[in-house]
T-cell receptor, first 113, second 113 residues
Framework: DAGITQSPRHKVTETGTPVTLRCHQTENHRYMYWYRQDPGHGLRLIHYSYGVKDTDKGEVSDGYSVSRSKTEDFLLTLESATSSQTSVYFC????????????FGDGTRLSIL | KQEVTQIPAALSVPEGENLVLNCSFTDSAIYNLQWFRQDPGKGLTSLLLIQSSQREQTSGRLNASLDKSSGRSTLYIAASQPGDSATYLCAVRSNFGNEKLTFGTGTRLTIIP
């Protein structure tokens, strides 16, 4: 299995609070991704990174920011959480080219009350 | 906009049977298609990656086929086992917006002992 660790694995918080999710990889892969999974929508890309300090938006990026200060860590921040951001969040990594597979972590279940 | 569909949403088969899971996509301009399995409360495990230039990929009892021109892929599972019970997801990597995977909503497979 790809060495991907997501933390925390579960979190419950209140509307309006800031939340940061962490993805840590031990594979030295260049690309890292954040997806969210919701019933009826499948997985959707939030943000991705193609190198240290290099990030870009996905299809559902509103309300989220990311940072990557080291190759191994990719942080997802909800500046002011809303109930619509209740979801399961997955981190994925890829070694680089479009022909390489993406490998996923075990997910973070986030509930915003 | 790429759309990925998996029908049926759920499937139950007796142990030992061979079975086929379906995936269809609307835009044939893809780099590749990836099949995953997801166990309840877990992350996604990559099963097979099939490039746009390939017709088939095999791994053990699994065989994935790709017909890019018709926008279809199938995942064939031979001699099904109770341990194959999971949700199976397909995802395509399109030529446009190629950093993201577009996922189907999955087929929940139950193998009846």
């Amino acid at each position: 299995d790809a060495g991907i660790t997501q933390s925390p694995r579960h979190k419950v918080t209140e509307t309006g609070t800031p939340v940061t999710l962490r993805c840590h990889q031990t594979e030295n892969h260049r690309y890292m991704y954040w997806y969210r999974q919701d019933p009826g929508h499948g997985l959707r890309l939030i943000h991705y990174s193609y190198g240290v300090k290099d990030t870009d938006k996905g299809e559902v990026s509103d309300g989220y920011s990311v940072s990557r200060s080291k190759t191994e860590d990719f942080l997802l921040t909800l500046e002011s959480a809303t109930s619509s951001q209740t979801s399961v969040y997955f981190c994925a990594i890829s070694s680089g080219t479009v022909h390489q597979p993406q490998h996923f972590g075990d997910g973070t279940r986030l509930s915003i009350l | 906009k790429q759309e990925v569909t998996q029908i049926p949403a759920a499937l139950s088969v007796p142990e030992g049977e061979n079975l086929v899971l379906n995936c269809s996509f609307t835009d044939s301009a893809i780099y590749n298609l990836q099949w995953f399995r997801q166990d309840p409360g877990k992350g996604l495990t990559s099963l097979l990656l099939i490039q746009s230039s390939q017709r088939e990929q095999t791994s053990g009892r699994l065989n994935a086929s790709l017909d890019k021109s018709s926008g279809r892929s199938t995942l064939y599972i031979a001699a099904s086992q109770p341990g194959d019970s999971a949700t199976y997801l397909c995802a395509v990597r399109s030529n446009f917006g190629n950093e993201k995977l577009t996922f189907g909503t999955g087929t929940r497979l139950t193998i009846i002992p």
